[in-house]
């Protein structure tokens, strides 16, 4: 739109309910404070200047809503005497002249920018005020959204309203746009003659009618406004969230076995045709390309798996694993910081941090990259088509050339070179006969103490 706007976004509340030592806002839906998401719906309605009313873990708050490409500035609420008084606790914002106010809640992290959108168009056509509301088939508590000839004449309070008022299904939000160039005057006549002394917000649909202004609402879907007050209604948006996006990412062309068993983040990116098994969890930063396998109850975070290439069962990828095209790191294997090269293998119950495994190249099970001396982490390097004997360890920093080999069961000190075959271990001795006056003495230990007993 070519119409300036200013998003006022209400986060200063106490949040007594979530019963928590910090502020409710900075709770992660998706791994990512609920601030955020609102932060970012904001943002894709193209909607850059944010006032951030703000009260407990003001500092933390305003880290968390910062969000690329929008300008935030926080402003405190030192008292709690409504909305009407949050949103005047940005006024020196609001006095800037924008075309349209946006009003929304930090803590309604579903919400998208459809319905904010839509509420600017409506200021555009000429409307003073824009409630958003939502439709449901359960009203209890909420305040009903009364339309005659396509104008909200009123948000009525469920205790206020009349049997047939009760029926109505369109409730408030609480979300609203205002028209920028009256906001201040219109925000200015809200009084706080109610019982509870407070300045509401809702009060704006009657004011701006008494003064000849036009007021009407438009619809979001339920469940982008569903809030959050305490720790069961924050895993209910969890729940949500992760129905939506796992929805959308199945429509795009990822194949989900047990959708309801796998968790995303916010900014998973996952690719067409790739295959996720049941109980997955994504942590923040990954990307999977297409064509990739997840194979059940693995644990990724902060990694990129190319086209081809398989993880798990079982596995964990942590932050800076790179798997190339047609890789695999298979069950009960973990990678950090590492590169695993275009089709190479790490199997079965191996360690690999702080390294770069060559293409082709095949990694024993068992095998670890001692990469920590309990100070500093150090790299291994292991060549492309190398290949490393089963429960091998490999103490960095350390090489392998292209093509090498490591015996099983070695402990690797010394760069090996290309082509070269490699052992580090103690050579057998084999004793006939001693296992069995080892076990005829292990017997003998063992009755004695029976008998002292």
Not at 77 to 89: D, N, S
């Amino acid at each position: 739109m070519e119409r300036t706007c200013l998003a006022v976004i209400l986060a200063a509340g106490d949040s007594t309910r979530m019963k928590s030592s910090k502020s409710k806002v900075l709770h992660p839906v998706a791994n990512r404070p609920m601030i955020a998401h609102v932060v970012d719906a904001v943002a894709k309605s193209d909607i850059s200047s944010v006032a951030l009313v703000v009260g407990r873990n003001a500092d933390e708050v305003v880290n968390a809503a910062s969000v690329d490409g929008v300008a935030i500035e926080a402003y405190l609420q030192k008292e709690r005497l409504g909305t009407g008084h949050a949103v005047l606790a940005a006024r020196e914002a609001i006095a800037r002249g924008y075309d349209d106010i946006v009003v929304t809640y930090g803590d309604v992290p579903l919400q998208t920018d459809g319905p904010l959108k839509a509420a600017r168009r409506h200021l555009a056509e000429g409307s003073d005020i824009v409630v958003i509301g939502f439709h449901t088939n359960r009203p209890t508590g909420y305040g009903r959204l009364l339309v005659k000839d396509g104008e909200l004449i009123a948000i009525r309070e469920e205790k206020d309203a009349t049997d047939a008022e009760r029926a109505v299904t369109w409730c408030n939000s609480g979300l609203m746009a205002i028209n920028g160039r009256k906001a201040l005057d219109l925000l200015s006549r809200i009084g706080n003659s109610n019982a509870k002394g407070e300045y509401y917000l809702t009060d704006l649909v009657e004011i701006a009618r008494s003064l000849g202004g036009r007021v009407t609402a438009v619809d979001a879907p339920e469940v982008e406004m569903t809030g959050c007050n305490n720790r069961a209604e924050l895993a209910v948006i969890e729940r949500l969230w992760q129905e939506r996006r796992r929805h959308e990412l199945m429509i795009s062309g990822v194949s989900m076995i047990a959708p309801e068993t796998v968790f995303l983040s916010y900014d998973t990116v996952i690719g067409q045709d790739a295959l996720i098994e049941p109980n997955v969890v994504f942590g923040p930063g990954v990307v999977i390309d297409g064509g990739a396998v997840i194979h059940a109850f693995s644990h990724i975070e902060g990694a990129h798996v190319s086209t081809g290439a398989t993880v798990g069962p079982f596995a964990r990828l942590r932050p800076g694993a790179n798997l190339a095209e047609g890789s695999k790191v298979g069950n009960f294997c973990e990678v950090k910081n590492g590169e695993i090269g275009a089709g190479a293998k790490v199997n079965h119950l191996t360690y690999i941090g702080d390294a770069k495994i060559g293409a082709g190249a095949n990694i024993g099970a068992g095998t670890i990259t001692c990469n920590y001396d309990g100070v500093n982490k150090s790299e291994t390097l292991i060549g492309a088509n190398a290949f490393i004997g089963s429960n091998s360890s490999l103490v960095a920093p350390v090489s392998v050339g292209d093509n090498a080999y490591v015996a099983s069961g070695s402990v690797i000190t010394a760069d090996v070179p290309a082509d070269a075959l490699a052992f580090g271990r103690a050579r057998q001795e084999v004793k006939p006969g001693r296992a069995t006056a080892l076990r005829e003495r292990a017997l003998a230990l063992k009755a004695a103490r029976k008998t002292k007993s």
